[in-house]
């Protein structure tokens, strides 16, 4: 009896023990900061909505409007033959294959499955269709692509025939417009073959959606786009900063005035707008290589853009821009800022310094570093740069004499090229053609017979990797000869949301590269 009590008092004793254990833990996993239970998880609203703004809307058409930020949203919803990348490099679109036959003709080859937003095929009538409408229209924007095309021929459904009345350097690039519908007319909202569809467009704004006819659709982004309409950029700023927009364009490097510094992210890149001295080759003191060595060891860019253009553009030394795919990081472009360096350039090519003034016998004549540098008179940033120019190398005795010279003076040196230094600038295009400053007839008067017979070599090659190959040549010969000295580009601004994602990579082309994978982070 005693011995059965016993055992009963110590499984009691051993429930006991078992049960605070049990207890113990029980108390401190549901304290723990490692337990399921407490594991806090944060919820993240994604909006999938992008709210954009343009303002003066004129016409959604991109062979009539006059407006840019329209040219760049319809590049959502039109498509062309070939497209440019962000590093600037030409790459398929419609166009399946092109293949150069001779000099002035292409084969063109469209992409068989591409459809319509209306789930119409396209076809080969719809390229003529396109080209003739911009042929007849030289205001729009891309009548410059195709006014010289001679000639067009439907070989099929999808392959059509292209002859040009010249030989044009890099054509491909002008297959960049896009193309429209034949058949445009029989529907009541605009139709394209691009990623995005027009939903309804009003007074106030235009509603994008998927086109769930486009041939590669992602099934993991699914946002639409709202484009609001401003009657004015003042508009268009106010909604940016009031938040009803997410995303902005613009050339306004002051836009700190207008929508303040805080609140949201900013990307700058360069634009089109390439300013350059160039040097008449054919001046009896121009032509000496020493000297344009060391004017481009006088110059301080980076002073002229931060003082005179108060940092709103960019240095740049080369007419392609820095992060064109045939730059890349083959060449490092620098400007070596080096007074004394200066000198002993001119000392050694037998220059001789006295009272502040350089000096040295040239076919029996005592030529002095007194050189006259041309600038348009009703240019007046180029007038500050100009006089900034001269500050600069005076300090290595080099007497620059700015001339503000007329509008059809300055016309005249463009045209006939009889000026001493010109400081100037382009509009850069698209395309990596560099006969401008290369070619036959160049405004520096510059001839070279390696980069000329580069330049004939690039007409007929194809290979990319050789292509990038012969440019670096031409850089290299460049910096060797000196024949221009770039300056500076534009500044140009996109403005976003900081809840914004996705990557934002514009350039002069395009601003919306990979839209489709863009969200709102709220």
């Known amino acids: 009896m005693k011995k059965d009590r016993l055992e009963i008092l110590v499984s009691i004793f051993v429930l006991l023990i078992v049960s605070g254990v049990i207890y113990f833990l029980v108390q401190n996993y549901s304290k723990g900061e490692t337990t399921d239970s407490n594991i806090k998880y944060e919820t993240i609203s994604v909006n999938s909505n992008i709210k954009l703004g343009i303002s003066e809307y004129d016409d ?7 407006n840019k930020y329209i040219l760049y949203l319809d590049q959502l919803i039109y498509e ?22 001779d000099s002035k003709v292409y084969i063109i080859k469209l992409k068989e499955d591409v459809m319509w937003s209306d789930g119409t095929s396209l076809s080969s009538k719809d390229i003529d269709f396109s080209i003739n409408e911009l042929k007849q229209n030289n205001d729009s924007p891309y009548y410059e692509n195709v006014k010289d095309i001679e000639k067009v021929e439907l070989i099929d459904a999808h392959t059509i025939r292209i002859e040009l009345n010249k030989e044009i350097p890099f054509f491909e690039y002008n297959l960049i417009f896009p193309i429209i519908c034949v058949n445009q007319e029989e529907n009541n909202i605009p139709i394209g073959t691009g990623r995005y569809k027009i939903n309804q467009i009003d007074n106030n704004k235009i509603e994008i959606c998927l086109n769930e006819n486009y041939r590669e659709i992602s099934k993991e982004y699914k946002n639409t786009i709202t484009v609001y309409l401003y009657n004015s950029m003042g508009e268009l700023y106010n909604a940016f900063k009031n938040e009803d927009i997410d995303l902005i364009y613009t050339q306004n490097t002051n836009i700190e005035e207008y929508i303040g510094s805080i609140g949201y992210e900013k990307k700058e890149y360069p634009g089109r707008e390439y300013d350059y001295i160039a040097f008449n080759l054919e001046n009896s003191i121009l032509k000496n290589i020493e000297v344009r060595q060391a004017i481009l060891l006088g110059l301080q860019p980076e002073k002229i853009v931060n003082s005179v253009l108060e940092s709103k553009a960019y240095t740049a030394y080369f007419p392609l821009e820095e992060n064109n795919y045939l730059i890349g990081n083959t060449t490092n472009f620098q400007y070596e800022e080096n007074t004394e360096k200066a000198k002993k350039v001119l000392d050694s090519a037998g220059w001789d310094y006295e009272n502040g003034d350089w000096k040295k016998e040239i076919n029996g004549k005592i030529e002095r570093l007194n050189i006259k540098l041309s600038v348009n008179s009703n240019n007046k940033q180029r007038i500050d740069v100009a006089k900034e120019i001269a500050m600069q190398l005076k300090e290595i ?11 059809a003076q300055y016309k005249n040196y463009l045209e006939n090229h009889n000026y001493e230094i010109l400081l100037t600038g382009i509009y850069s295009s698209l395309s990596p053609d560099l006969t ?47 024949p221009y000295i770039g300056l500076y580009r534009n500044k140009n601004l996109i403005a976003y949301s900081s809840n914004l994602r996705g990557e934002i990579t514009p350039n002069n082309y395009g601003i919306y590269y990979n839209i489709n994978e863009w969200y709102i982070q709220n």
Not at 397 to 407: A, D, L, R, T
């Open 60 to 66: 959604i058409n991109p062979y009539t409007t006059k």
């Open 80 to 101: 062309p033959l070939l497209t440019i990348s962000s590093d600037y490099n030409i790459e398929n679109c419609l166009a399946n294959e092109i293949s150069k036959i």
């Open 436 to 482: 401008y400053f290369f070619g036959d007839g160049n405004l520096a008067n510059y001839k070279n017979d390696e980069i000329s017979s580069i330049l004939s070599e690039l007409k007929n090659i194809k290979d990319k990797k050789l292509i990038k190959q012969k440019y670096s040549k031409i850089i290299e010969l460049y910096n060797k000869d000196i």
């Open 397 to 407: 005795g080099i007497n620059i004499v700015v001339e503000e010279v007329s509008e």
